[in-house]
């Protein structure tokens, strides 16, 4: 008897078990079984299928600015001027290794303005040159103005001043001092010219507003 000529035989799809019995009832039953047993089966069912990442899409373009962009904007003229360089724009240099000087005697050229010209500024000061740090460092002021390269540093228009527009300014390696009155405060002269008559070498000219 041919055993098998009667068996009838089932392969899982999933795991490829071989399942054989003569009895297609019991093989049913066995196929039942092994589907709700089949590891394989059951992995398919549990696993999740994966998810394919989502690039996330680049941000649009704008081709007008945001306000986020502000922080990259230049400041604004107003926002500019609200914070000036502490003690005004430095332009020059009292340092150097100038020699091209002499010592020279007063007065100021009271005429110096149209014959001279603007070399840069100290802390919002105006310089007049010629100038050739140290030994020769101008005229400085627009309307306090004090020839350098004759001041010999004695401090009388320092003492006379009621307004407290000059401070001592190093300069060293000057022939004439090595300090000078620097106006750092010249926008509060109130021009009673007391620096101006004092000065023994007579190297302080005062111009009245417009002069
Ligand atoms: S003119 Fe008078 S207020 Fe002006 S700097 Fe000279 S002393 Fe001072
Ligand atoms: S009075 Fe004349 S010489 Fe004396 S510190 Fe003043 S500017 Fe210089």
Redesign the pocket.
Known sequence: MNILSDTMEYICESCGTLLIHSNPVTLDSMKDVHNQLCSVKRQNIVTPVPQVPQKSAPPAVSTTPSQSQTALSPPSAEQASAAPAPGGQTTISLTGSGTNYSKIEGPIDPEFKSKRQIKGMYQGIKVWGPIDPPGQVGIWGTEVT?DFD?????????E?CPVNV?EWLDTPGHPA?EK??FMIREKDCIFCMA?EN???????KIFQKGQ
């Open positions: 004090v004759i001041c010999i540093a004695d401090g009388a228009c320092i006379a000059f001092s000078k009155p620096c004092v000065c023994p070498p007579q190297c302080v």
